[in-house]
């Protein structure tokens, strides 16, 4: 069976085809994304107007793109799944009034689904069903949450959030500080790269002994970055950019990775996954690895076109549906842009 995956929820526009096996397995044949990142680029932030235009003029295309690049048709379409949340709202719209066309022309079932657990499911794609349940720690532009996911077809429960800022927020933030580009997680991990994560003792929010043992805090982290270059500044010292970058990086992948290992071991659960665009961070994922291979847990990142957002991964979580027997969503969909990540779909 073919799944069909819509995603529209931020800046990207993505469309994924994925082929269901009567044994459950899913193989990816497309995963075609074009991203307005560089219209939002000047504004230092997404524009939500100018994404969902975007969209509109973007959706089209990437679907034929996606269907030509798995050389299927839309007569060989089995199911439809959007994104229905959460995310911007009128961004949401253009996806699903897509979605909704699609499948009341083709007459085929529709699936609105949840971004988040998409963000999750993305690894499925690249190594096979997850054990349940395991640990997700779901870290994006938007979100950095801890989740206990027991499947992904329902049953995904927040453990953890953030109390103010996301990762990647933070990451673009201090983008901004640094005078680096929008997004700012690939420049800063590049520069980081040339620098040491030791030269500067940058907060680790949330972690004395007495704060909640699965939220982080990234707002005061953001703060102490920017307090620190302006006195640099003040003093005329010169600013040692590659130490900033890489003792900022070092103090977001301590704190992520230090408190995902923490709720496995808590929970007595041996598998951690990394989803979301700060996946993609090449410190998080070496830093995970080196304390999970030490911890005897198993850790899997997807490939980081897996990590940001993309169509294939709205068709993934479409496909544990699918194979779940679910029941499909109205044609009268309804978009939640605050939809939580507990609402897998949205009948
Ligand atoms: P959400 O999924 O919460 O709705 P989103 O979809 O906008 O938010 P993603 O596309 O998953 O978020 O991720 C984008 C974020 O990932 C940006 O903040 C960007 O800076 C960050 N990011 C991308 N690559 C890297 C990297 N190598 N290191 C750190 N952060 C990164
Ligand atoms: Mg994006
Ligand atoms: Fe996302």
């Known amino acids: 069976r073919i799944v069909l995956g819509i995603e529209s929820s931020c800046d990207e526009t993505g469309v994924g085809i994925v ?23 000047r504004f230092g932030g997404v524009v939500p107007e100018v994404a969902s235009r975007a969209h509109l003029e973007a959706m089209v295309p990437t679907m034929s793109r996606a269907l030509e690049k798995s050389e299927l048709t839309l007569d060989d379409v089995h199911s439809i799944a959007v994104t229905a949340g959460p995310g911007l709202a009128g961004a949401l719209l253009v996806g699903v009034s897509a979605a909704k066309a699609y499948a009341a022309a083709l007459d085929k079932p529709l699936y609105g689904v949840n971004h988040l657990a998409g ?16 640990v997700a720690l779901l870290v994006s532009g938007g979100h950095s949450q801890l989740l206990l996911v027991e499947d992904l077809a329902g049953k995904i429960t927040e453990i953890g959030s953030t109390i103010d800022d ?15 580009p929008y997004p700012g997680g690939p420049p800063i991990d590049k520069l980081a790269k040339t620098g040491n994560g030791c030269a500067i003792a940058f907060p680790r929010g949330l972690t004395g002994p007495r ?85 005897g847990i198993t850790l899997r990142v997807p490939r980081p076109r897996l990590c940001t957002d993309n169509g294939a991964m709205i068709a993934a979580v479409g496909a544990h549906l699918v194979a779940a027997d679910a029941e499909p969503s109205g044609l009268d969909l309804a978009t939640d842009p605050g939809l939580p990540v507990s609402q897998v779909q949205i009948l």
């Not at 963000?119 to 395991?134: F, K, M, Q």
Request: proline share 3%; with cysteine.
């Open 19 to 41: 082929r269901l096996g009567a044994d459950g397995s899913m193989e990816l044949l497309a995963d075609e994304v074009a991203s307005s990142v560089e219209q939002h680029a």
């Open 119 to 134: 963000h999750v499911a993305a690894d499925t794609l690249e190594h096979g069903p997850l054990p349940s349940p395991c």
């Open 166 to 180: 996301a990762a990647g927020e933070a990451y673009d933030k201090v983008a901004r500080v640094l005078d680096l």
């Open 211 to 295: 704060d909640a043992k699965y939220d982080f805090s990234f707002s005061g982290l953001k703060t102490a970055v920017a307090r620190w270059v302006e006195n640099r500044e003040r003093d005329g010292l010169e600013i040692p950019l590659a130490d900033v970058a890489a003792s900022f990086q070092e103090a977001v992948a301590d704190v992520l990775t230090g408190k995902a290992i923490r709720a496995i071991k808590d929970l007595g659960l041996d598998t951690l996954v990394i989803s979301g665009g700060v996946a993609a961070n090449s410190r998080l994922s070496g830093l995970a690895a080196e304390r999970c291979a030490a911890a």
